[in-house]
Protein backbone atom coordinates (compact mmCIF):
# COMPACT_ATOMS: atom_id res chain seq x y z
CA UNK A 1 0.00 0.00 0.00
CA UNK A 2 1.31 3.38 -0.99
CA UNK A 3 1.47 6.79 1.06
CA UNK A 4 -1.34 8.52 -0.03
CA UNK A 5 -3.66 5.75 0.25
CA UNK A 6 -2.32 4.56 3.84
CA UNK A 7 -2.68 8.72 4.78
CA UNK A 8 -6.34 8.13 3.08
CA UNK A 9 -7.43 5.03 5.02
CA UNK A 10 -6.21 6.53 8.39
CA UNK A 11 -8.34 10.24 7.63
CA UNK A 12 -11.54 8.18 7.22
CA UNK A 13 -10.68 5.83 10.05
CA UNK A 14 -11.00 8.90 11.65
CA UNK A 15 -13.67 10.18 10.53
CA UNK A 16 -16.30 7.50 10.76
CA UNK A 17 -15.24 7.00 14.63
CA UNK A 18 -17.86 8.08 16.84
CA UNK A 19 -17.48 11.61 18.05
CA UNK A 20 -16.84 11.30 22.21
CA UNK A 21 -18.78 14.62 23.28
CA UNK A 22 -16.33 14.27 26.95
CA UNK A 23 -13.67 15.05 24.30
CA UNK A 24 -14.75 17.06 22.16
CA UNK A 25 -15.94 20.12 25.01
CA UNK A 26 -12.52 19.35 26.76
CA UNK A 27 -10.88 20.55 23.76
CA UNK A 28 -13.02 23.27 23.18
CA UNK A 29 -13.21 24.46 26.76
CA UNK A 30 -9.47 25.54 27.08
CA UNK A 31 -9.59 27.41 23.35
CA UNK A 32 -12.38 29.54 24.75
CA UNK A 33 -10.74 30.13 28.14
CA UNK A 34 -6.69 31.18 26.93
CA UNK A 35 -8.00 34.49 25.02
CA UNK A 36 -9.93 35.82 27.83
CA UNK A 37 -7.25 34.69 30.28
CA UNK A 38 -4.64 36.39 28.04
CA UNK A 39 -7.05 39.30 27.93
CA UNK A 40 -7.17 39.62 31.49
CA UNK A 41 -3.48 39.20 31.93
CA UNK A 42 -2.05 42.05 29.72
CA UNK A 43 -4.89 44.62 31.18
CA UNK A 44 -3.34 43.47 34.74
CA UNK A 45 -0.06 44.05 33.61
CA UNK A 46 -0.59 47.34 32.38
CA UNK A 47 -2.61 48.56 35.29
CA UNK A 48 0.17 46.88 37.38
CA UNK A 49 2.81 49.20 35.46
CA UNK A 50 1.31 51.81 34.84
CA UNK A 51 2.40 54.40 32.29
CA UNK A 52 6.50 55.00 31.50
CA UNK A 53 7.64 57.70 32.69
CA UNK A 54 11.05 58.25 31.17
CA UNK A 55 13.11 57.13 28.14
CA UNK A 56 16.64 55.29 28.40
CA UNK A 57 18.18 57.06 25.15
CA UNK A 58 21.42 56.64 23.96
CA UNK A 59 23.13 60.04 22.52
CA UNK A 60 27.20 60.97 22.19
CA UNK A 61 28.47 57.94 23.98
CA UNK A 62 26.29 58.66 27.06
CA UNK A 63 23.08 57.13 28.69
CA UNK A 64 20.68 59.39 29.74
CA UNK A 65 16.79 59.12 30.42
CA UNK A 66 14.66 61.72 29.11
CA UNK A 67 11.15 62.32 31.25
CA UNK A 68 7.53 62.04 29.48
CA UNK A 69 7.23 65.39 30.67
CA UNK A 70 10.08 66.86 28.58
CA UNK A 71 8.76 65.15 25.48
CA UNK A 72 7.17 67.30 22.84
CA UNK A 73 7.12 64.77 20.50
CA UNK A 74 7.24 61.24 18.95
CA UNK A 75 7.89 61.04 15.45
CA UNK A 76 9.18 58.65 12.38
CA UNK A 77 12.69 59.78 10.88
CA UNK A 78 14.66 57.71 8.83
CA UNK A 79 12.24 54.85 9.53
CA UNK A 80 13.31 55.29 13.67
CA UNK A 81 11.52 56.55 16.18
CA UNK A 82 12.57 59.62 17.57
CA UNK A 83 11.47 62.00 20.32
CA UNK A 84 11.72 65.67 20.36
CA UNK A 85 12.42 67.33 23.68
CA UNK A 86 10.76 70.59 24.85
CA UNK A 87 14.65 71.76 24.02
CA UNK A 88 13.95 70.83 20.66
CA UNK A 89 17.10 67.99 21.26
CA UNK A 90 16.60 64.63 19.48
CA UNK A 91 17.03 61.48 20.50
CA UNK A 92 16.20 58.20 19.14
CA UNK A 93 14.53 55.45 20.58
CA UNK A 94 14.51 51.24 20.35
CA UNK A 95 10.71 51.26 20.14
CA UNK A 96 8.15 51.41 17.13
CA UNK A 97 5.49 54.32 17.69
CA UNK A 98 2.87 51.65 18.32
CA UNK A 99 4.66 50.07 21.25
CA UNK A 100 5.41 53.86 22.77
CA UNK A 101 1.61 54.85 22.03
CA UNK A 102 0.68 51.62 24.58
CA UNK A 103 3.66 52.61 27.06
CA UNK A 104 2.86 56.33 27.08
CA UNK A 105 -0.45 57.89 28.92
CA UNK A 106 -2.77 58.41 26.01
CA UNK A 107 -4.45 61.87 28.42
CA UNK A 108 -0.76 63.16 28.10
CA UNK A 109 -0.13 62.08 24.07
CA UNK A 110 -2.01 61.60 21.10
CA UNK A 111 -1.27 59.41 17.84
CA UNK A 112 -1.89 62.40 14.87
CA UNK A 113 -1.54 60.05 12.25
CA UNK A 114 1.43 57.21 11.22
CA UNK A 115 4.37 59.02 12.01
CA UNK A 116 3.47 61.09 14.97
CA UNK A 117 2.76 61.29 18.37
CA UNK A 118 2.56 65.02 20.34
CA UNK A 119 2.42 65.62 24.07
CA UNK A 120 -0.87 67.76 24.86
CA UNK A 121 0.77 70.40 26.87
CA UNK A 122 3.60 71.43 24.19
CA UNK A 123 0.23 71.85 21.65
CA UNK A 124 0.11 75.56 20.88
CA UNK A 125 -2.77 76.07 18.65
CA UNK A 126 -4.63 74.21 15.63
CA UNK A 127 -5.46 75.31 12.15
CA UNK A 128 -7.90 74.10 9.50
CA UNK A 129 -6.27 72.90 6.53
CA UNK A 130 -7.63 71.51 3.11
CA UNK A 131 -10.30 68.71 2.98
CA UNK A 132 -11.33 69.36 6.96
CA UNK A 133 -7.28 67.98 7.88
CA UNK A 134 -5.60 69.85 11.00
CA UNK A 135 -2.69 70.84 11.17
CA UNK A 136 -0.96 71.07 14.80
CA UNK A 137 1.37 74.13 16.24
CA UNK A 138 3.49 73.39 19.10
CA UNK A 139 5.54 75.47 20.72
CA UNK A 140 8.67 73.57 20.10
CA UNK A 141 9.76 74.25 16.38
CA UNK A 142 9.79 71.47 14.04
CA UNK A 143 10.66 71.62 10.24
CA UNK A 144 8.01 69.25 9.11
CA UNK A 145 3.99 69.67 9.17
CA UNK A 146 2.12 67.74 12.03
CA UNK A 147 -1.03 66.51 10.44
CA UNK A 148 -4.41 64.92 11.98
CA UNK A 149 -6.72 63.40 9.03
CA UNK A 150 -10.12 64.51 8.55
CA UNK A 151 -11.16 61.25 9.84
CA UNK A 152 -9.34 61.61 13.62
CA UNK A 153 -9.35 65.56 13.29
CA UNK A 154 -13.27 65.41 15.58
CA UNK A 155 -11.47 62.51 17.89
CA UNK A 156 -8.68 65.05 18.17
CA UNK A 157 -10.36 68.09 18.77
CA UNK A 158 -12.38 66.08 21.43
CA UNK A 159 -9.02 65.07 23.33
CA UNK A 160 -7.83 68.51 23.57
CA UNK A 161 -11.26 69.58 25.23
CA UNK A 162 -11.29 66.89 27.59
CA UNK A 163 -8.22 68.44 29.31
Known amino acids: MNYSAKTTDYCLEVAVQPAIPARIVKGIIPIKRKPAKARIKN ?12 FLVFKNNKYS ?3 TD ?4 FYIKLERSTIITNDGIEYMVNHSLHQI ?3 VSDQQ ?3 LNRQC ?9 VEHYFGRK ?8 FAGRLLVSKE ?12
Do not use: C, M, Y
Open 101 to 103: QHL
Open 70 to 73: SIAF
Open 152 to 163: RSRIFLNWLDDR
Open 109 to 111: FFR
Open 43 to 54: ESEKVLRGVKKS
Open 117 to 125: LVNFQFVKE
Open 65 to 67: TVS
Open 134 to 141: LIVKTSVP
